[in-house]
């Protein structure tokens, strides 16, 4: 792979290598048929986008607004944006009004791209607040733009102002001075408090981001990669790049919501997802294995033992199986397996790069006994995503986030802290020097926020410093520890672990209502609302005990005492607002 490359001109030396070959794989907004792009269309289209936006005025270092699902056009804007040594800026597409408001205020942005008609919308309601704000630029072809709107375009006229390259000159002129200390984007991370800070992420951070990751992350010009998480995520957003440079062909998923449709669809090989997204997987493959036969479910059970020595008890821990072992797991990983991984869309799976979160033990056991493998990482958006992560084929170990990348350098603080320095760590946070000072140690050290330890080169997280609960009884509780053991109950969609100052943990969960209502229905449990369902005593019984099998392994301390189900989803998880929107519910878990 050739990482030397600089991005503003990634796509086109690309596209010299490979010319007519398919690059993105797409649908259009709203539309259902599967297109496609070459490497020479998408460097054509990256062109007029850096004429266009210099015909506007755009100048070096620039900062551009990006507030869309993921695009082709997505694609389009980051790369011709840098083609001229802009700065584009990623909103995440459900961010509110004023979440958008304070980002274009703060970074002073006159042009704003955005995808559908709820982005539009909401770009307009605060144009009018926002005075460096010059024009929306719309993706979609099919919003409505208001006729009262004269400061709003479609992505096609846009493009108009770049038609047969007018500026093509003084672009490559730009592109000849672009260097590693040039801002590529500024990322926004939502904070739990107060408005969001903008991580800046430069050139050097990519280009040494790209250098090390090339080195333990096998992607191919023969992969197909699935774009799932949103592109403003620094692990999607790295991660795509990465397969840019690799020369693979990319999916992108413009709606996160039918991804496993969009998968069955195209069968990527790769794919960066969160935690999450494999316990929903391993809750379907399970639901369905619940709904087998006897003789399916022995043989599911069979299969999946053995794949578990195989790929955990042997190949984890670079052991060699049993030659038996062996052949016994080959003939299962082509037939029971294969057709668990086809109903994924997965039927040529590569490997799939996972974090974001705390992966449950058991789900990345289950993922790697059914024949795929997943690739436990952890980063930040301060560190360009990678810090450590596992490498394939290599020994690694269930409950680690893998081996650091090469040039992080790792230090654990007296008080447990993960402290980061090295090439792909950010420069600071865009107009908050304040912040920036505090997040880095004396000697320079990126302080994550995160707890953890290093155990024969791997490293291992406990929780996020921050997020550690202190039991009135003196013991400290690591909430999305037990989140992540409970998240795997094909009955629980969200969960809220309470335990700050209180006596025993608890918990808030939001229920996988459709499944709770067909228990309700197969077990003649009558109810009229969700209300008298999640109170309904036969259903609680029910809940606990699912929940004290999953939580055996927790020390007593640690286990979920009670719980209240309920009737309503959260659209986040919040603690400082759940605490005070669901005060009533809480206090009464801790009544005598």
């Keep these: 792979m050739q990482t030397n490359l600089h991005m503003s001109v990634l796509v086109h030396e690309q596209a010299k290598k490979y010319g007519d070959r398919e690059m993105l794989i797409y649908q259009d907004f709203g539309g259902k048929e599967w297109k496609s792009l ?67 205020n703060d970074a002073k942005i006159r042009y704003l791209f955005v995808g559908e008609q709820d982005q539009y919308d909401k770009a307009r309601r605060i144009f009018s607040l926002c005075p460096t704000m010059e024009r929306i630029i719309v993706f979609d072809s099919s919003v409505h733009i208001s006729s009262h709107d004269p400061n709003a375009v479609y992505f096609s006229d846009f493009l108009k102002l770049g038609e047969n390259l007018p500026r093509q000159t003084e672009a490559e002129k730009l592109q000849q001075e672009a260097n590693d200390d040039d801002i590529a984007n500024i990322l926004y991370t939502s904070g739990t408090t107060g408005d969001s800070k903008g991580v800046i992420l430069t050139h050097g951070q990519f280009h040494a981001a790209m250098v090390a990751n090339d ?35 990319m999916i992108v998923n413009t709606h996160p919501q039918e991804v496993q449709q969009s998968m069955r669809d195209t069968h990527p090989t790769c794919m960066s997802a969160v935690p999450r997204f494999w316990e929903k997987v391993y809750m379907g493959v399970m639901d369905k294995i619940e709904h087998s036969s006897a003789m399916q479910r022995k043989l599911f059970m069979h299969a999946y033992n053995v794949g578990r020595r195989h790929n955990i008890e ?37 490997f799939f790069p996972t974090a974001g979160a705390a992966v449950s033990p058991h789900v990345e056991e289950f993922v790697h006994s059914i024949g795929i493998n997943m690739i436990v990482g952890y980063g930040l958006t301060e560190s360009l995503a990678t810090v450590s992560c596992n490498h394939l084929g290599d020994p690694w170990t269930v409950g680690s986030v893998g081996i650091p990348i090469e040039g992080i350098d790792i230090k654990i603080s007296e008080e447990g802290e993960i402290l980061l320095k090295g090439p792909t760590i950010t420069i600071g946070y865009h107009n908050r020097e304040d912040l920036t000072k505090q997040a880095f140690t004396e000697d320079g050290y990126f302080r994550t926020g995160d707890a953890g330890y290093l155990k024969d080169g791997e490293l291992f997280l406990t929780e996020r410093i921050k997020d550690l609960f202190k039991t009135s009884n003196g013991k400290y ?39 709770l209502e067909e228990y309700a229905r197969d077990h003649g449990i009558a109810f009229e609302s969700r209300e008298q369902l999640c109170a309904d005593p036969a259903i609680i019984q029910m809940m606990k005990e699912r929940i004290d099998t999953l939580q055996q392994q927790l020390a007593h301390y640690e286990q979920v005492k009670r719980f209240t189900l309920l009737p309503h989803h959260l659209s986040k998880i919040r603690r400082r607002v759940l605490n005070e929107n669901y005060k009533a519910e809480i206090d009464k878990m801790y009544e005598e």
């Design 314 to 350: 042997y190949l984890s821990k670079g052991k060699k199986p049993p030659m038996a072992l062996h052949f016994e797991y080959e003939m299962l990983n082509r037939t029971v397996f294969s057709l668990v991984r086809k109903e994924l869309g997965l039927e040529n799976a590569h």
């Design 38 to 104: 070459s490497w020479n269309q998408v460097s054509q289209t990256v062109k007029q986008v850096s004429n266009a936006l210099l015909n506007l005025g755009v100048k070096v270092q620039e900062n551009i607004g990006v507030f869309s699902n993921n695009s082709v056009q997505y694609i389009e804007c980051d790369f011709g944006a840098w083609g001229i040594r802009a700065v584009t800026i990623p909103f995440y597409a459900t961010s509110s009004e004023q979440q958008i408001q304070f980002m274009v």
């Design 477 to 515: 509780i690591a909430p999305q520890m037990i989140e992540s053991k409970l998240l795997v109950d094909k009955y629980i969609d969200q969960i809220a672990v309470i335990a700050d100052e209180r006596k025993f943990v608890s918990a808030l969960i939001i229920p996988v209502y459709s499944l």
């Design 215 to 249: 080195k333990c992350v096998p992607v191919n010009e023969n992969d197909r990669i699935m774009n799932f998480l949103p592109y403003t995520h620094i692990f999607e957003r790295g991660w795509a790049i990465l397969c840019l440079y690799a020369g693979a062909r």
